[in-house]
């Protein structure tokens, strides 16, 4: 069910304005590395800008700190790096046709106890789709820590032709989401600096959630594959998916 997106030639691809709300140790990694990749960065933590700005100067230099709901309505497209528990800060009308990825995870000790995302049959990130229903929401970056996010990353050389069959295969990152906007994601993965792996829907997030073999994972794309495919025959798995049979 996986696919890993071929690196096989490296055509230019237009520069963005990226949203990052949240800026803890996740958004302001991926803020670096969107910076680094040529992006132009809005990143946004809670309330006023200005708490944020020395933040953004040492941790993440080149992006712009922002209001939550100014990155919303500038980006092109917005990275959700926050506590899940405060998702509710998020303005949702600002993001009305706005490709969202989620990179968060239900933590009860840091978010609170929500039965909606602690049940066995919680897929986090359609949740998050029916907190945000104008919103185009795909889950990536949400399986490897930020310390992997950070050293592991190899962005492409802008100046190669093609990529040999005998590179050195990067670390990868798992998305979740529904065509063509799976792809746009594979795309910004890829400028990141790792291998995307196009795992399914969203509803296949489920497969990098807390708990499941893949979170944590930070191998490459053929070792991120088979583990996202044993899933269902994995203790977490039986539990998940016997839940979500239920549930329909």
Do not use: C
Not at 191 to 218: C, S
């Amino acid at each position: 069910m996986s696919t890993p997106t071929p690196r096989t030639h490296r055509t230019p691809r237009p520069r963005r304005t990226l949203g990052v709300l949240g800026a803890g140790k996740v958004g302001t990694v991926l803020a670096r590395l969107a910076v680094a990749a040529g992006h132009e960065v809005l990143i946004a933590g809670s309330g006023d800008s200005a708490k944020i700005r020395l933040i953004t100067q040492i941790l993440a230099p080149g992006a712009t700190p922002v209001t939550s709901r100014e990155a919303a309505e500038r980006a092109d497209l917005v990275i959700l790096a926050l506590p899940l528990g405060k998702l509710a800060t998020v303005p949702a009308d600002a993001l009305e046709d706005t490709l969202v990825i989620d990179a968060m995870n239900y933590w009860w000790e840091t978010d609170g106890h929500l039965e909606e995302f602690s049940a066995a049959s919680a897929s986090t990130s359609e949740l998050v789709q029916e907190r945000l229903p104008g919103a185009r929401v795909v889950k990536a970056f949400n399986h490897m820590g930020y310390h992997e996010l950070e050293d592991l990353a190899r962005r492409p050389d802008p100046s190669a032709e093609a990529i040999t069959a005998d590179a050195k295969p990067r670390a990868a990152i798992a998305i979740a989401g529904p065509s063509p906007d799976a792809e746009t994601v594979a795309e910004l993965v890829d400028e990141l600096g790792f291998d995307p792996v196009l795992i399914g829907e969203l509803t296949e997030g489920v497969r990098l959630q807390p708990y499941a073999e893949a979170f944590g994972a930070h191998g490459d794309a053929a070792s991120l594959m088979k583990t996202v495919d044993r899933f269902p025959a994995t203790e977490r798995g039986r539990e998940v998916m016997a839940a979500l049979s239920a549930r329909t």
